[in-house]
């Protein structure tokens, strides 16, 4: 069972959003864009035991406007299976609905309400059977209309939000990893082939199954636990019971059995507390600091994917939280790791989770004048494109997705010495969100465009007119008009080249003498770095066209170009 699709209205900064899930779905954007409100989209109407009109208030209604409802549903491929009676071929049920209305006539009228309904493949109510049949009768259908608790608790959703309170992942919470492993346990405990030796009083042993050995083990720790005043109190509920009902408990205590009985197995499992030894002593996990804390859910969230959970949904915040910048690369391949069997939804800031080969798993989120929206590449994947981009993978490269204005050139050169000319100019490219990324070559800008492009990125390409990459000076001149035609007239992707190479427009610029001085200056270092510190000198002109690159750069797009 996976999240298919997600399409919510007029919720906090969402007005409108449809958004296709893949299996693992990246979400990457500037704070405040949105991101958080799609996870908590799904989390409020899946991750709770009760959905009801109080899971929702107005300050959760876009805008605050007071005549909106707010809509979330949720699209599951495959379906649902549900049979509301057993030995019956259950229903597939491809869509829960959630609404946040108001009544509209009547006594309540103007009064929040939450509908919850279910769809099937058709996008109506499924037809389930009525009744159990008698003998001779015939079968009777009837709509689904609500939905089903045991069908919300069957979406095995686990949530990790900013807050990496241990507590959140202990058995005790309901869609934790634990509950949920533990539920596997538990499954596994039930099994008939599950059995122990214990010993006899004679010496001998006998083979039982491990749930008698449990049963027996708690209601002889029960009884122990029966002092006097467990037993004043467990009669005194009886007695009080029998007179609720009518019956005299003197004469008539054999109508009502009541005693307190040892946990079922899954209910010792929810009460099991993670501890840490300190000394002679042990503390609960959930006392200890916050980055300790974080360390024991990643922990957990790695046997998680050790133990293969399959089927499970796992919404994430910011993954990347107290890491450093290796263990970020780590726990990046669990992720990759628990996808293969589960479905995984995150949000990031981090070029570490996110990787460009990967590019139809990242979901840009902006917010405009019309809220949070979202972008997704409508790029073909190929086995050409993608081993390509895997030769020029490169976390420096993943900056791109996170970038309000992109900047793509050749290699390190122009990389290391455009943005000195940028503060010789006193622009901020940093607070404008511009990014400036080498590619690795000439011929691989093409593919960096064609996914910036395919997000909708404002995009700039810089390249030598006359580039070591080609020895046929034919095939180049195509490839050069190529990338001239990724230029749109709207001013969203801009092309630019240098004639002949970068070098030459700054010998150009400063001058052949200078020039020569300067590479003298700077003899020992490689061509990347002396042009880096040639760009550093006060001085020195700046070579055409590099002004005008880095204008277009550090200007941040509007909201409505952002939108549009």
């Not at 997600?6 to 405040?32: A, M």
């Amino acid at each position: 069972m996976k999240i298919s699709k997600i399409h919510i209205e007029n919720f906090r900064s969402i007005k409108s959003l449809n958004l296709d899930v893949p299996e693992i779905c990246c979400l990457v954007g500037p704070n405040n864009a949105g991101k958080s409100n799609i996870l908590l989209a799904v989390q409020r109407v899946l991750a709770r035991d009760w959905v009801s009109v109080t899971s929702f208030d107005e300050l959760d209604v876009y805008a605050h406007e007071h005549d909106s409802d707010v809509t979330i549903q949720i699209f599951f491929e495959p379906g649902i299976p549900f049979a509301r009676f057993r030995g019956v071929e259950p229903v597939a049920i491809r869509t829960l609905a959630f609404e946040y209305t108001r009544y509209k006539v009547g006594p309540d009228k103007g009064r929040r309400r939450l509908e919850q309904k279910c769809f099937d493949e058709h996008g109506k109510p499924p037809m389930v059977l009525a009744k159990v049949p008698k003998k001779g009768e015939k079968y009777e259908y009837q709509p689904l209309v609500n939905i089903p608790s045991d069908v919300r608790e069957s979406v095995p959703l686990i949530y990790i939000g900013t807050n990496r309170a241990l507590k959140e992942q202990l058995p005790g919470a309901r869609y934790s990893m634990l509950r949920q492993l533990f539920e596997d346990i538990d499954r596994d405990l039930q099994d008939p082939k599950q059995t122990i030796k214990v010993k006899q009083q004679d010496g001998s042993e006998v083979e039982i199954r491990r749930l008698q050995r449990f049963h027996a083990l708690m209601e002889a720790a029960v009884n122990l636990l029966r002092t006097d005043s467990f037993k004043a109190l467990e009669d005194s509920i009886k007695k009080n019971a029998l007179q609720q009902l009518g019956f005299d408990p003197a004469t008539e205590s054999d109508r009502l059995d009541l005693f307190f009985s040892p946990f079922d197995t899954m209910d010792f499992y929810k009460a099991l507390d993670l501890r840490v030894r300190e000394g002679a002593f042990s503390v609960s996990a959930t006392e200890i600091g916050e980055g300790v804390q974080n360390a024991l859910v990643l922990a957990i969230l790695k046997a998680f994917e050790e133990r293969r959970k399959q089927g499970a949904i796992l919404l994430i915040e910011e993954p990347e939280m107290f890491l450093h910048p290796q263990m970020q690369r780590s726990l990046y391949k669990t992720l990759r790791e628990i996808a293969k069997t589960n479905q995984i939804i995150y949000t990031t800031h981090s070029p570490h989770f996110i990787s460009i080969p990967e590019y139809n798993e990242v979901v840009i989120v902006r917010k405009g004048m019309d809220g949070t929206q979202v972008r997704c590449s409508n790029l073909p994947t190929d086995a050409k494109r993608r081993e390509k981009l895997i030769k020029e993978l490169d976390p420096e490269r993943n900056e791109l997705f996170f970038a309000s204005r992109l900047l793509l050139v050749e290699g390190d050169t122009e990389k290391l010495a455009l943005p000195e000319y940028a503060k010789r100019l006193n622009l901020d490219l940093d607070r404008a969100g511009a990014t400036i990324v080498e590619v690795g070559g000439k011929r691989n800008l093409p593919e960096f465009a064609q996914i910036a492009a395919s997000f909708e990125i404002p995009t700039g390409i810089v390249y030598d007119e006359d580039s070591s990459d080609f020895n046929d000076e034919g095939e180049e001149g195509k490839f050069n008009a190529a990338l001239n035609g990724f230029a749109r007239r709207d001013g969203t992707v801009c092309v630019w080249r240098f004639s002949k190479k970068y070098e030459d427009h700054l010998r150009k610029a400063v001058g052949e003498k200078k020039y020569q001085e300067l590479c003298q200056k700077y003899s020992n270092v490689g061509k990347p770095t002396r042009a880096r510190l040639i760009a550093t000198e006060p001085e020195l002109p700046i070579p055409e066209p590099v002004p005008g690159i880095l204008s277009w750069l550090a200007n941040k797009p509007s909201d409505k170009a952002a939108r549009n």
